[in-house]
């Protein structure tokens, strides 16, 4: 558990380097703001997160896998997870925020065009 890592991680680093070949620049893991968004446009009132599937209970084959062991405790807090994350997205929204979730799957390399113009029509 002490590897997985919140900030710098692989799909954030895809989603990151996207938005500024794009021509976007944004603000960083703003503690300010509900669920510490992983990218903030502050111009613009726009987050983006960056999900793990596993961690963030995404329908997707990566993300519905079950634990094996301790299966238990696994299901209840992804289910805390997912939860957390209604609640953060609820909150910026109230605050005037538009959010943009990007899910693991979706940084991969063969989905990559899809996930640009995902990001540009979010961000105009």
């Excluded at 703001?33 to 997707?60: E, S």
């Excluded at 538009?98 to 640009?116: M, Q």
Aim: aromatic share 8%; glycine share 6%; proline share 5%.
């Amino acid at each position: 558990m002490r590897a997985v890592k919140s900030r710098d991680t692989a799909p954030e680093m895809v989603v990151r380097r996207l938005v500024h070949a794009l021509g976007y620049r944004y603000r960083l893991h703003r503690r300010d703001l509900p669920g510490v968004p992983d990218l903030v446009f502050p111009g613009r009132r726009k987050v983006v997160f960056v999900h793990g599937c596993f961690w963030h209970g995404h329908d997707c084959p990566r993300g519905a896998r079950a634990p094996k062991t301790n299966a238990d405790y696994w299901r209840a807090k992804i289910a805390r997870n997912t939860a957390r994350d209604a609640r953060n997205a609820q909150a910026l929204t109230d605050a005037g925020w538009r959010v943009l979730t990007v899910w693991e799957c979706e940084t991969a390399k063969t989905k990559r065009a899809d996930l640009e113009a995902k990001l540009k029509a979010f961000l105009e």
